[in-house]
Structure formats: C-alpha cells, structure tokens
C-alpha cells in the first residue's frame, strides 16, 4: 500500500513558476513509475508527465513539454513537478498518482495504482 500526499499548490501569475511535490509512503517507492495528472472544471483527468521506476524514462504531455520538469528522489520517497511559464490553462487540480511495477505503461490512467488528493493550481493572466 502506498499514501501519496501533493503540496506545493497556490495562486500565481501568468509567467510563473511552481514547484509541485509529492511525498509517498512505503518502502517499495523506487519500484514505482509515477506520474501528474491534472483536471481542470468540466474536463476529463489527462495526464502531464510520467517517470518511470528506474530513472531515465520520462513522458511530457504536449501542452506542458519543455515548460515542465518531473523528478524523483527515491531516497525521499518524493516525485516533484517543476512547472514554469504557467498559464492560464495550466489552472487545474494536479494528482500524483503511481503504478506498480509490472501493472502496466505510465502512459494510461487506468493502470496506476494509487493516487493522492490532489493540489490546486490557480494561474491568474
């Protein structure tokens, strides 16, 4: 079982930056990909970035790809999302959410396992 907790959310401006951050609980945490989805009013969960369990393979949505950074720290049991230039469309709730090993590809929503709370996003013009 793992508990994802997302902080780091709040209210910029346009051309803003924001770090978001995830800490998760349990011991096996290297052994999960994770990934960010966001969900703003009236549309559907998509997803903004992934990385994998083993450092090195990332995935950007297009909307988002070379505005945003995802990272982990395994030793911390952490996954940040590192977003800057924001815009008003970034306004959404963001969800960290992680798939176990052997549960399928990042790349679909309905393969992760566990998912947090979420964190709003607010990016005024």
């Known amino acids: 079982q793992v508990q994802l907790v997302e902080s780091g959310g709040g209210l910029v401006q346009a051309g803003d930056s924001l770090r978001l951050s995830c800490a998760a609980s349990?011991?096996?945490?290297?052994?999960?990909?994770m990934g960010w989805f966001r969900q703003a009013p009236g549309k559907e969960r998509d997803l903004v970035a992934a990385?994998?369990?083993?450092?090195?393979?990332?995935y950007y949505a297009d909307s988002v790809k070379g505005r945003v950074t995802i990272s982990r720290d395994n030793a911390k049991n952490a996954v940040y999302l590192q977003m800057n230039s924001l815009k008003p469309e970034d306004t959404a709730v963001y969800y960290c959410?992680?798939?176990?090993?052997?549960?399928?590809?990042?790349?679909?929503?309905?393969?992760?396992?566990?998912w947090g709370q979420g964190t709003q996003v607010t990016v005024s013009s």
């Open positions: 990385i994998a369990w083993s450092i090195g393979s990332t």
């Open positions: 349990g011991r096996t945490f290297s052994t999960y990909a």
């Open positions: 959410a992680a798939i176990k090993r052997g549960s399928g590809s990042y790349y679909y929503e309905r393969n992760y396992d566990y």
